[in-house]
């Protein structure tokens, strides 16, 4: 799953990356959680990439309330094509998340140790996301997203069985293209290759949603509790 993430990269580079037409202003983002507000990348008028704006967590546009957003923060990449809450974004709204890296926790004697897995390159990553816009009393738009997961692969598998979908550079424009049918997209949902990633065991300063700060992803050692500068370049899983 993707409970908590992070976007720290200007959106200079952002712009560079993706190729947007259109973004707003940005600040660093160290421990995004859901219903905040976090960007998302949409493809507008047909050929333009805008950066934009949407509450974390989809409202159905059927729903009576938006409150249920809270719920849907995630979507299972196997069904999404047929679940009521997704099918219609799926076939539509589809959306890139970007992301520099996310959250994972494993349970200890001690309390919920954090993890940051985040590109071993340390390129922003984009997660396939779709997009909803609902409309409340008195004409309230209010415009979600949701983040698709899919099987976690060998690496993130001993924290937990599910994982953000990662989209590769060559899928981001068939991913957008509202024309591309969901069964087309099917290859794009696989676990991504184990290699790519690295995951460091980091402070427990991020497990409180109110810290949103660069001591977030500092990486700790895990026997003293204590930051570790040299644990940035670990390889591999720093379980305890």
């Known amino acids: 799953m993707c409970g908590r993430y992070a976007l720290m990269s200007s959106v200079e580079l952002l712009v560079e990356l993706f190729g947007l037409t259109d973004a707003p202003t940005l600040v660093p983002r160290y421990n995004i959680a859901p219903t905040q507000l976090a960007p998302v990348i949409r493809l507008v008028g047909g050929d333009r990439r805008n950066l934009d704006m949407l509450k974390w967590g989809l409202i159905p546009s059927w729903a009576t309330e938006p409150g249920i957003g809270g719920r849907l923060i995630n979507a299972r990449s196997e069904t999404a094509a047929t679940k009521p809450s997704f099918r219609d974004a799926m076939r539509h709204r589809r959306c890139l998340v970007p992301a520099d890296g996310f959250y994972e926790w494993k349970k200890t004697e001690t309390g919920k140790q954090p993890y940051w897995i985040h590109a071993r390159d340390g390129r922003p990553q984009v997660m396939a996301g779709l997009w909803e816009k609902w409309w409340g009393r008195d004409s ?35 991913w957008l293209d509202p024309a591309a049918e969901p069964a087309s997209l099917a290859a794009m949902l696989e676990p991504p290759d184990a290699a790519l990633l690295e995951v460091t065991a980091v402070s427990r300063h991020v497990n409180n949603a109110k810290h949103d700060d660069p001591a977030c992803v500092e990486p700790v050692d895990l026997a003293t509790g204590e930051v570790n500068d040299d644990a940035a370049d670990d390889q591999g899983l720093l379980f305890e």
Do not use: G, Q
Not at 144 to 155: A, G, K, P, Q, V
């Open 140 to 174: 309230e738009a209010i415009e979600s997203f949701t983040i698709l997961t899919t099987e976690s692969n060998d690496l993130l598998r001993p924290l937990h069985d599910r994982m953000p979908v990662f989209l590769s550079d060559d899928d981001l424009d068939h």
